[in-house]
């Protein structure tokens, strides 16, 4: 059973993954809370719990923990392992990336098509995947297996299409187009919101908060 | 001056702008920031807020805030009309995704070159814009006059990026990479974490939660 824990500290977790594996790769054998806090900017307490929440090694006086097992506690607890079919909806030039990106495997995320409605797509494969109209896209989710769906269609029509995809079976939405997305209750929705970030990024950079 | 506002805030302007601009479209004249906040499944009082952080306007009884100049006025907070040259550092599947990619221009971002390393890329053109080695990023980037760079290289080379670009004078970093980058004091970094959305999605969809 996975234990419970927030978004912020989910968020976290691929960070201190990725952060493992880098510094297992270049040698080290152990790290400790507060060393893991100084390379991540982030606050000892907060790397602790999070650490706790993921872990049960336990970690050595002035060594910290062992960071091989260590990896394998935070890939187990998001679910690297277990493999996620997915298609996307939408190969326009994000959705083409996405379907070139070799990193979503070995994140668990395993994309088996494209759909979309353009006539110069449909019909082609994009890296080996092939790419269907998306009035297929009923017929084909039993087959192909999948639960989650890529958004990268225009705002304009990313509703409409989550209507689609929630009606053909899809439970979960990853949603890049900058939309609210209205779903029923067992759906579940993540937004990735480039314009959003952009902003933030841009007042930034205009007030320096 | 820009008013102050949270991060939280100012993510949210960009789905305000967005969803004015449709309604705006489908011949709506006025709002009420109940009906938006029923339209994005927010809370009424934070739409309130949001709203008198951004705009002047006041409602009229029954039929709320005139849309049209509301939709002006989060264009002139987001900066939208105000360009700021970008470009692009690790021209891999995202990267070119993003050059190929129209929609940062009306908000304010003008993606002048990419850099890159790979000589299969350098010299090249994607979207008509020229894509440069990385090691011309210090006599270029003051030619292109250029304060924020979009980071889309591997994890393992993004803080040695990073500090690349922060020397050339890079102000403001938009890291796509999943890495905590460490920059001094006047530099703004600004993260998309794909892994960390997408592990948030998996665990919601494992735990409905």
């Known amino acids: 059973m996975l234990p419970n824990v927030s978004k912020r500290q989910l968020e976290r977790f691929p ?4 952060y493992l594996k880098q510094i297992k790769k270049e040698g080290e ?8 806090a100084k390379a991540l900017g982030l606050k000892e307490e907060k790397v602790r719990k999070d ?4 872990s049960r090694i336990k970690g050595k006086p ?3 923990r062992e960071i091989k097992p260590l990896i394998k506690d935070f890939e187990s607890f998001l679910g690297y392992s277990d493999i996620n079919n997915a298609i996307i909806v939408g190969v326009g030039h994000l ?3 996405f ?9 668990g ?8 409605i353009d006539d110069k797509k449909v019909g082609y494969n994009v890296n080996k995947i092939p790419i269907y109209h998306i009035d297929r896209l009923n017929d084909l989710i039993n087959f192909l297996d999948v639960s ?14 989550s209507d689609i995809l929630v009606r053909a079976g899809i439970k979960g939405i990853w949603n890049f187009a900058p939309t609210h997305l209205r779903v029923s209750g067992d759906v579940v929705v993540e937004n990735v919101d480039l314009a959003a970030s952009l902003a933030v990024l841009s007042y930034k950079l205009e007030t320096k908060f």
């Open 15 to 18: 960070l201190y993954l990725n």
């Open 29 to 36: 054998v152990y790290i400790s809370s507060s060393t893991l």
């Open 51 to 54: 650490l706790q929440a993921v």
């Open 62 to 64: 002035h060594l910290g």
């Open 95 to 97: 959705g083409e990336a």
């Open 99 to 107: 379907l070139n990106y070799a990193g979503f495997s070995n994140r």
């Open 109 to 116: 995320l395993n994309i088996v098509a494209g759909f979309d």
């Open 148 to 161: 989650i769906a890529i958004l990268t269609v225009p705002s304009q029509v990313a509703q409409k299409m």
